[in-house]
């Protein structure tokens, strides 16, 4: 892992989507991701970043994905494939094992959750810029999940509002080696 040197009182470190039915044996999605987690190293790599943020005390954001609830997607006149996926299979089941932050990744005291996103972007329809931008937050470190969606939605986004932006591309995973390469090699950069 290359190590960069950050100002602490303009950075902080933005986690994704650290959900159990991505990241724990028995989750909803994990079986479709374990090949590549377990190849890229994703959760230890995500424990590592999220010891040495708290250790080096930046500021450190969840943003996290909407959790199912019934009667979140039935009237909704448009749904996203992403959406339709997480209403089908009841992906981070509100009040379930699987809609709770892995055990090693839960947030700590003076970490911020921001409102969750409903679709991909972290920011979209969200308080992740607001709170952000209290923190006088100019640069995002960021990793999670997924790769190809939330992660690469989130860095569009936060370049779009004009944050400087590093990712942590052995701290996320994706359900193929394709997936990772497109977010990872072709789309972010």
């Given at each position: 892992m290359t190590?960069?040197?950050?100002?602490?009182?303009?950075t902080a470190l933005v986690v994704i989507d650290p959900y159990n039915d991505f990241l724990?044996?028995?989750?909803?999605?994990?079986?479709?991701?374990?090949a590549v987690a377990e190849a890229n190293g994703c959760v230890p790599h995500i424990l590592q970043v999220l010891k040495a943020a708290h250790a080096a005390k930046l500021r450190v954001f969840y943003a996290l994905h909407h959790r199912y609830r019934p009667?979140?997607?039935?009237?909704?006149?448009?749904?996203?494939?992403?959406?339709?996926?997480?209403?089908?299979?009841?992906a981070f089941e509100y009040g379930s094992w699987g809609g709770e932050i892995h055990p090693e990744f839960v947030p700590k005291l003076g970490d911020i959750v921001a409102t969750e996103h409903w679709c991909s972007s972290g920011f979209a329809n969200?308080?992740?810029?607001?709170?952000?931008?209290?923190?006088?937050?100019e640069q995002?470190?960021?990793?999670?999940?997924?790769?190809?969606?939330?992660?690469?939605s989130t860095v569009r986004f936060a370049a779009e509002l004009g944050y400087g932006v590093k990712v942590v591309s052995d701290?996320?995973?994706d359900y193929s080696d394709k997936q990772m390469y497109a977010?990872?090699?072709?789309?972010?950069p």
């Open positions: 190590t960069h040197p950050y100002d602490r009182e303009i724990s044996e028995g989750g909803k999605a994990w079986g479709r991701l374990r009667g979140d997607y039935e009237t909704w006149k448009y749904i996203a494939p992403v959406q339709r996926l997480a209403w089908t299979n009841k969200t308080d992740l810029d607001l709170q952000l931008g209290k923190h006088g937050i995002l470190i960021i990793m999670g999940l997924l790769a190809h969606t939330c992660l690469e701290a996320t995973a977010a990872l090699e072709v789309n972010i």
